[in-house]
């Protein structure tokens, strides 16, 4: 099962993915975790959403 705890883990490995462009290249098990979470078949779904592709981290504000 999936935790509160794994979805904080999953959005900041991402962001340290999309800040250093090869985060998972150095923690491969990390990759394989932020993979399994992503492949959970409603967390697909809610990914997928344009408005999350156009607001990928925190919100609309975010600077990044």
């Known amino acids: ?3 509160y705890v794994d979805f904080i883990l999953y959005e900041l490995n991402e962001l340290a ?5 090869d985060h998972f290249d150095r ?5 394989a975790f932020n993979q ?3 492949s959970l078949e409603k967390i697909n779904a809610f990914i997928k959403l344009d408005k999350n592709i ?3 981290f925190n ?3 975010a600077k990044i």
């Open 1 to 3: 099962y999936v935790t």
């Open 17 to 21: 993915q999309y800040a250093t462009k």
């Open 27 to 31: 923690f491969p098990g990390l990759k």
């Open 36 to 38: 399994n979470v992503a």
């Open 54 to 56: 156009n607001m990928r």
């Open 59 to 61: 919100n609309k504000s």
